[in-house]
């Protein structure tokens, strides 16, 4: 099982930045799919999920609004597309599959925004 991110990189603030978490090695289209996301000297924290089929999202409060969660069942690869960072979006962004008792988690990618 592999969940790989990638997209993460330095960005300004209002800039945008598209993320995306390719998966291997389950049933992509089965699992529900998590974005988390970790800063320094904070706990790890849901972004945003979308269910298996792609027809329910939800967001934290914090990000609801800019970002948008979707996935590509057909490719296996899950994005994040985020619009209008600000320094407080700054962490490691996570890829989490869920389903049932089975969840995997990808290695993490750096999101900066920064001046």
């Known amino acids: 099982v592999q969940l790989v991110e990638s997209g993460g990189g330095l960005v300004q603030p209002g800039g945008s930045l598209r993320l995306s978490c390719a998966a291997s090695g389950f049933t992509f289209s089965s699992y529900a799919m998590t974005w988390y996301r970790q800063a320094p000297g904070k706990e790890r924290e849901l972004v945003a999920t979308?269910?298996?089929?792609?027809?329910?999202?939800n967001y934290a409060d914090s990000v609801r609004g800019r970002f948008t969660i979707s996935r590509d069942n057909a490719k296996n690869t899950v994005y994040l597309q985020m619009n209008s960072l600000n320094p407080e979006d700054t962490a490691v962004y996570y890829c989490?599959?869920?389903?049932?008792?089975?969840?995997?988690w990808g290695q993490g990618t750096q999101v900066t925004v920064s001046s």
């Open positions: 989490n599959a869920q389903r049932l008792l089975y969840t995997y």
């Open positions: 979308i269910s298996n089929a792609g027809g329910s999202t």
